[in-house]
């Protein structure tokens, strides 16, 4: 080993020592698959995209429990909802228990002076407080007297009731034996909300360890849990993408391990080759953690393609070295080629590493450095390891050189790849769904998750409404208040037939304002005991007997103004949380608008309120909208990358017509892959572009040794044996990802496969048929 060769080990063995120290103390892996959401264009898509990381529909879990006969469901949902409330993990539970309800609306009592809307100077007079008494001995003569006879000496204008009919949610599920069921009766149902936001993902796991535990405690003999919501996707995805980002590094490793110890039938070459893969992977890691703080697990599991291409570089200089050549005479033959393969590789993950999606930029930067790693390691410390005649037993060569080209083919190959690109071209073009306008396929979440979702959201009567009405303002009072007249036009709609109702915060959360004017409603002492004596005279009520009312009201008429804290911990509480929050523009009322009817007639009506910071969003106009943004955020991507490849080329081989010989078959390889995605019902995505990228990078790879120049069919022979090898490397690895069961892999993984092979085909079709190559 040569004095420099020495230093350039040393410096090897310090930043791989370095690299594996950061990683195991400091790699944070996370799974959040909003990285690979483009950037919100709008607020309003910013807001969406904030509720679904960290709102509260992101903490909400469905729980369902079915299996054994009603009764024994019923006492699991209360023993269940009981654990969950005692276990500091959950916010609210709610099963639909009467004495949970009743503990809510005596929290509420204290408060319904503030917060009833009929609370109004009218119903404190003589007058309205006599027609209040009049129904309520109409109602103590009817079959519902003793739901409220216990409540009426505190409560005789009914406000109790009004607030229990505000939060009331129609269309909710029935109830038997004092808890939810599904319509059924075979199903017992309980809504939890964690404590934890929805983007936690270690408190998720632990909040639905918490329900599984609590069940297994109560759980009847034969009955089953079944759990949905955002929660359970995330831990859920974040399992499969770590077991699936393993599985697929496990496989390629072994299966690339195995192959080349087929083509060295040495040990010692397949040890060196896995230096520079081991070193790229830790310095690709190593530079995502320190630029991001936290690794993707996509990002992870992109490590078995970076394992595939890593080893392409020594087994380039390893196959195509003579028995008895040394490594440093190799590297000068093909040096320049592998050089340019290793840059135009990394060039074609520049495009990514400039991406303003925060994911795609992380796999830019872990392919770039860990190519370029991987090309140093090659270059530079193999020749300086690797001792003399451990390539001697290197599996024989000539049965791997192609067929002399013969006329036929030298005339036909051009015309077969312009047919055949033209075909390619043709179903493309006549796919009219070419691309997957589904977000949540992102998402590895498996179909019968989904369905389960939307069957336990149907039965506890929360239907997920397309049209949302977003009022804004810089304040919390602002936004109530800017609310109320919002409600105003929203109850003319209701009223008109153009929607069938809404959800608004400040139906449940008055202003302060608000507050304030049903505060001044409430008459003093003296004026109230006048009022209601007069409103007694001849009605068969004792008197004294409203005492407690005046009470309340006098308590009331000193009550400090009601906020979201004042309500937090309590299904009411819950509500407010979902539809009022903050963010970093300032405040944010949602209205769900359900059953409408002319939505053309509601954006009317609210654009002629001639209110300001109102909105109506439509989310499947929104999402279509974000889809159309990430998929020309991943076109100008893909086409940064074939022009940064192509002027790289050129800059190489410093000819055009050679730079087509190059180019021209990656093209073809890469539509032809398109092609056969599209006729096999495979729908695009961002990913499937990501993984073109790779699949022009390495085809670029293939065509330029295809092309370089060789003296006599003893080079060729090792040149077709490198080729071999390395494609095949990629091939394990990519089919390694084509199997997994997170979409974004196996959409990478299945793409790379096809157009591997695709390129190499085209490469050896289209190569020159003389020995004299392309770079000089």
Not at 421 to 450: E, F, G, H, S, Y
Not at 750 to 763: E, K, P, Q
Request: hydrophobic share 50%; with cysteine; aromatic share 6%.
């Amino acid at each position: 080993m040569t004095r420099s060769g020495r230093g350039a080990v040393a410096f090897w063995l310090i930043l791989v020592a370095v690299s594996g120290y950061w990683l195991t103390q400091r790699l944070v892996l996370t799974t959040d698959m909003s990285a690979f959401l483009p950037p919100a264009a709008t607020e309003a898509q910013e807001i969406l995209i904030g509720q679904l990381r960290s709102g509260v529909a992101s903490r909400l879990l469905l729980i369902g429990l079915e299996g054994a006969g009603e009764e024994e469901l019923a006492g699991a949902s209360s023993g269940l909802a009981d654990r969950l409330a005692r276990s500091g993990q959950f916010e609210t539970v709610a099963n639909g228990n009467a004495s949970r309800a009743a503990h809510d609306l005596e929290r509420l009592a204290a408060m319904r002076y503030a917060l009833s809307p009929g609370v109004v100077p009218e119903t404190f007079t003589a007058e309205g407080l006599r027609a209040a008494l009049q129904e309520s001995l109409a109602l103590l003569a009817s079959p519902l007297s003793a739901q409220f006879r216990a409540t009426l000496p505190q409560d005789p204008t009914g406000e109790m009731r009004r607030l229990a009919r505000l939060f009331v949610k129609p269309g909710g599920p029935a109830t038997r034996r004092g808890v939810w069921f599904s319509t059924d009766g075979k199903r017992a149902l309980l809504i939890a909300e964690t404590r934890a936001a929805g983007f936690d993902l270690d408190a998720q796991a632990k909040a639905i360890s918490a329900i599984r535990q609590a069940y297994a405690e109560v759980a009847p003999a034969g009955a089953q849990l079944r759990l949905a919501g955002a929660g359970l996707v995330a831990v859920t995805a974040r399992a499969t993408v770590e077991s699936d980002a393993k599985r697929s590094s496990t496989i390629a490793t072994i299966g690339i391990l195995l192959l080349l110890l087929f083509v060295y039938r040495s040990p010692y070459p397949v040890v060196f080759s896995a230096l520079p893969a081991a070193s790229g992977l830790l310095a690709g890691l190593t530079a995502a953690s320190l630029w991001f703080g936290q690794v993707h697990g996509i990002t992870a599991g992109f490590a078995a393609i970076l394992i595939g291409e890593a080893v392409d570089y020594p087994t380039y200089l390893y196959a195509q070295s003579g028995r008895s050549e040394p490594l440093a005479a190799t590297f000068g033959r093909i040096g320049s080629t592998l050089r340019l393969a290793v840059l135009t590789t990394a060039c074609g993950a520049l495009s990514m590493l400039f991406s303003s999606f925060n994911g795609l930029a992380q796999l830019g930067l872990f392919t770039i450095v860990g190519v370029i790693a991987s090309g140093l390691v090659t270059r530079w410390i193999l020749p300086a390891l690797t001792p003399a005649g451990i390539l001697v037993r290197k599996l024989a060569v000539p049965q791997f050189e192609l067929p002399p080209p013969g006329r036929f083919r030298e005339r036909a190959a051009w015309p077969a790849a312009a047919i055949a690109v033209c075909i390619a071209a043709l179903a493309i073009a006549r796919n009219d769904r070419l691309w997957d306008d589904d977000l949540a396929n992102l998402t590895p979440q498996p179909a019968d998750m989904r369905a389960l979702d939307r069957e336990l959201r149907s039965q506890l009567g929360a239907p997920d409404p397309r049209h949302l009405v977003i009022v804004t303002a810089a304040d919390q009072e602002s936004v109530l208040q800017r609310s109320e007249r919002v409600a105003r036009t929203l109850d003319a709609e209701v009223a008109s037939g153009d929607i069938a109702g809404y959800e608004l915060a400040a139906r449940f959360l008055p202003s302060a304002k608000t507050q304030d004017e049903r505060r001044a409603a409430l008459p003093d002492a003296a004026t109230l005991s006048a009022n209601l004596e007069k409103a007694m005279a001849g009605l068969p009520f004792r008197p004294g007997v409203f005492a407690p009312f005046l009470a309340d009201v006098e308590r009331a008429r000193a009550q400090p103004p009601i906020t979201p804290e004042t309500l937090r911990g309590s299904a009411a509480g819950a509500r407010v949380a979902s539809l009022l929050f903050a963010d970093a523009h300032g405040w944010v009322a949602l209205a769900p608008i359900s059953g409408v009817r002319d939505a053309d007639a509601l954006a009317a009506a609210l654009r002629t309120s001639g209110e300001p910071g109102v909105l109506l969003l439509d989310l499947k106009r929104e999402a279509d909208s974000l889809v159309a943004g990430y998929r020309a955020e991943a076109l100008r991507l893909f086409g940064i990358g074939l022009a940064c490849i192509a002027a790289l080329v050129f800059a190489g081989l410093r000819s055009l017509p050679a730079t087509g010989r190059v180019l021209v078959p990656v093209l073809a390889a890469t539509l032809l892959d398109v092609a056969t995605l599209s006729i096999a019902g495979v729908r695009l995505t961002l990913f499937h572009l990501v993984a073109l990228l790779l699949v022009v990078g390495v085809g670029t790879n293939y065509a330029l040794f295809f092309n370089q120049p060789q003296r006599g069919r003893g080079e060729r022979a090792l040149m077709l044996l490198s080729l071999a090898v390395a494609s095949s490397a990629t091939l394990i690895s990519a089919l390694a990802l084509s199997g997994s069961g997170t979409p974004v892999l196996r959409a990478i993984g299945m793409t790379v496969a096809i157009g591997t092979l695709y390129a190499l085909a085209f490469s050896a079709l289209l190569a020159p048929h003389s020995n004299r190559g392309l770079i000089d």
